[in-house]
């Protein structure tokens, strides 16, 4: 399994815009022309986009049972400025649609409703090493994974549990 495929339809877009900042370097593609052009924003659109993708992080560090400084709740006033309205097609389906598709937080909003309904959004987990906080989406059976990356924060978190053992062993 690749530990970093990315998550279902427009979870991906949530997913994406919460990895535009690398908690462990600092380093944030909203901060250049090319990372910004992703998401289709102006330079003047990327500090409700970090607002809005802190919100989510910590959204989804609830999904995986973590705290955050943040307010999941924060996220709920953040949504409530993208209306969103029923679309039905040919055959009787309805969908959630952005009234402003050009916007970032309408398109969020509109696949966090369809990720809601088909119960996908609660998959979308934030990694549990604090110096990672990357986003992934949880495949695995009983929707338990803590890491993003077994190989990689899971291996870390596993040897300082091993270390911190060897240590209270040999001064006990």
């Not at 900042?21 to 901060?31: A, K, M, N, Y």
């Not at 097609?89 to 309805?94: K, L």
């Not at 969020?108 to 090493?129: M, N, V």
Request: charged share 30%.
């Amino acid at each position: 399994m690749n530990e970093r495929e990315t998550a279902p339809g427009g979870l991906a877009l949530v997913e994406a815009l919460v990895n535009t900042l690398d908690v462990e370097t600092g380093t944030d593609s909203l901060d250049t022309e090319d990372g910004r052009a992703v998401f289709g924003l102006a330079e003047q659109d990327v500090p409700p986009a970090r607002e809005l993708r802190e919100a989510l992080r910590a959204a989804c560090l609830a999904h995986a049972g973590h705290r955050s400084d943040r307010s999941p709740a924060a996220l709920d006033d953040l949504l409530a400025g993208a209306p969103l309205y029923v679309t039905v097609a040919e055959d009787g389906t309805a969908a959630l649609r952005p009234a402003d598709p050009d916007a970032l937080v309408s398109r969020i909003a509109e696949a966090l409703a369809a990720a809601s309904a088909d119960g996908t959004w609660a998959r979308l987990k934030a990694c549990e090493a604090e110096d990672c906080r990357w986003v992934y989406y949880d495949r695995s059976p009983g929707g338990r994974r803590r890491w993003c990356s077994m190989s990689v924060c899971g291996a870390r978190a596993k040897m300082r549990t091993y270390r911190a053992r060897g240590k209270a062993s040999a001064g006990g």
